[in-house]
């Protein structure tokens, strides 16, 4: 094996490099007297990054670079680790050059700390997530993109993503679709799964801590393709398992709405409505922001070419859509999201990659549905027509289309209320929400850390009370939903040491 002596690193005087050629590695490795010096005062002030910085940039230009490895048999694990989360201080520089990094066997992609290395890291070390900048930039590598994410000065602003194309060489701006998270001082990014990165905001709000930029997920690759654009999204974490969206079509009239009602009006906690938009003009009673938001024909059109809606179709001669926003903020509010759209919708949303129960409701008959549009008294001649003719059409997709997962028919009221209920699981005891991890607080001064589907959220600065926990363990091995809409299945444990996230541990939510 060649060994090249690399000057740069000359100040480093413990520390050996030496460059394999034939393997494109550079192995790290340390002593005895390096390590008494490291292990007492923090790596920053002992080693000299910028001398690091030098020699890893002059490798990489010379296309020598892609990987390192810390080697030092005879060395404790933990003690490899603290060197790591040295190394990891230098992620911008990481992330640009697209290192690996392997620790104890294990391979770690750039950002990622062995935790399980590191039970008693309390002295304040960084684990390479942040950047720790002046603009607040993560830098993360996914395949052949470098996806840089923060940086906007002012906190009412939102999260900026720029992405680097390595392949064009050359910086993109991407379409970023769904609600976007508010700026903040300080965040940690971790690529999951390489098609959505991590984002666990610093000193926000409980319920806003944390979000996901999807980049790479089926719902991504599919907006790229229909707006031919490099396309990000935005999905924000929610606490718990949520259980999926209920989408009801059916023929106008035939009561869907009125089936809604008296789910919402008997389970307000549990159920939120997507409110949809639609050109069409209010009815009487009808208030705008609560049945509908109704809006200017150019205005919808203009969102809908902007990425802005989950579904949208034109029912009746109106158009009609769900926003993203509308299916947000119902799971915001850590309720189900009911939809009631019509059977084109169904089987977009059904293309879609939001998972739902899809219900379709069938009228005891065509003159039974005639009955109930004309006593309903809101429509003109012209219009119940239209619906009756459309509902022919409807109800031949509803029963042969095989979006549905369900079907009920809707002849006696209250006994398909009924069948409603027993479909969705409600009609034995219902579970009443209780004080959950939704109030849990994100310690304002944390590192972050990654073992395969944890992420360990270590409280640097622990308050004043001693007993308190400062370990907390974000478990993202059941993510369910994504964009557009929220991430729901997050999972926080309060755990006394980084062993515990491999053991049992308290669950908070
Ligand atoms: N099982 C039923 N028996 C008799 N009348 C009913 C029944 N279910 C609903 N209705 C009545 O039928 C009318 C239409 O119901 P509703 O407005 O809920 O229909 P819808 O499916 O939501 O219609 P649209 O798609 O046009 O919004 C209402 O006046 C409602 O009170
Ligand atoms: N595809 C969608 N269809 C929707 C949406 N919101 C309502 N609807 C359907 O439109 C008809 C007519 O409704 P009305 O309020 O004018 O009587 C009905 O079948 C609804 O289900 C939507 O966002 N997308």
Redesign the pocket.
């Known amino acids: 094996m060649d060994v090249e002596w690399m000057d740069g690193l000359k100040c480093m005087k413990n520390v050996l490099i030496m460059v394999s050629d034939s393997k494109l590695q550079i192995w790290v490795n340390y002593c005895a007297k390096c390590w008494d010096m490291f292990r007492d005062t923090s790596p920053k002030v002992r080693f000299d990054l910028r001398a690091i910085r030098k020699f890893l940039r002059f490798q990489s230009r010379r296309g020598k670079l892609n990987t390192i490895l810390l080697s030092s048999p005879s060395r404790p694990k933990k003690e490899k680790a603290k060197l790591f989360f040295f190394f990891a201080q230098s992620l911008e520089l990481a992330a640009l050059l697209r290192l690996k990094f392997r620790v104890a066997g294990r391979d770690f992609s750039m950002g990622e700390a062995p935790a399980f290395l590191v039970d008693d890291l309390h002295d304040g070390h960084v684990n390479g997530f942040d950047l720790k900048n002046e603009t607040s930039k993560t830098v993360t590598i996914v395949g052949d993109k470098k996806y840089v994410i923060g940086g906007a000065d002012d906190e009412t602003a939102s999260i900026e993503v720029q992405i680097f194309d390595h392949n064009l060489g050359e910086w993109v701006k991407p379409t970023v679709l769904g609600t976007k998270p508010l700026s903040c001082n300080c965040h940690s990014s971790v690529l999951l799964n390489n098609d959505r990165i991590l984002i666990i905001k610093k000193g926000s709000k409980p319920d806003d801590h944390v979000w996901f930029l999807e980049v790479d997920t089926p719902y991504v690759r599919q907006q790229k393709k229909a707006l031919g654009t490099e396309v990000v999204a935005w999905s924000k974490g929610v606490i718990g398992n949520a259980e999926k969206p209920i989408v009801?079509?059916?023929?106008?009239?035939v009561g869907?709405?009125t089936l809604i009602s008296m789910l919402m009006k008997e389970f307000p906690y549990m159920f939120g409505f997507?409110v949809?938009?639609?050109t069409?003009a209010p009815?009487g009673m009808?208030k705008d922001g609560v049945?509908?938001h109704f809006t200017e024909k150019s205005v919808m059109e203009k969102d809908i070419r902007d990425g802005k809606f989950l579904?949208?179709?034109s029912?009746?001669g109106?158009l009609?859509?769900?926003s993203v926003e509308?299916v947000e903020q119902v799971a915001d509010a850590g309720k189900r999201c009911i939809?009631?759209?019509?059977?084109?919708?169904?089987r977009?949303v059904k293309a879609s990659s939001l998972e739902a129960i899809f219900i379709f409701i069938c009228p005891p008959s065509m003159e039974e549905l005639e009955k109930r549009l004309r006593d309903r008294g809101?429509?003109t001649e012209e219009q119940i027509l239209k619906?009756l003719r459309n509902a022919k059409a409807?109800i031949e997709q509803g029963k042969s289309s095989g979006i549905f997962d369900f079907i009920l028919y809707n002849d006696n009221l209250e006994e398909c209320y009924q069948s409603l209920k027993k479909l969705l699981g409600l009609n034995g005891h219902v579970i009443v929400p209780t004080k959950s991890a939704r109030e849990l607080n994100i310690p304002m001064d944390h590192s972050v850390s990654k073992v395969d589907d944890k992420i360990i959220i270590n409280n640097i600065s622990p308050g004043p009370e001693k007993e308190s926990k400062n370990l907390i363990m974000l478990d993202v091995s059941d993510l369910k939903g994504g964009a557009p809409g929220r991430t729901r299945g997050l999972n926080f444990h309060a755990i006394h040491s980084f062993s515990d996230c491999l053991n049992g541990m308290d669950q908070l939510s």
């Not at 939809?339 to 169904?346: C, F, M, Y």
């Open positions: 009801i079509s059916g023929p106008s009239g869907k709405g997507s949809s938009h639609t069409r009815r009808e049945h509908y579904e949208f179709a029912v009746h109106n009609y859509g769900t509308a939809l009631d759209i019509d059977v084109q919708g169904a977009s809101t429509e619906r409807e």
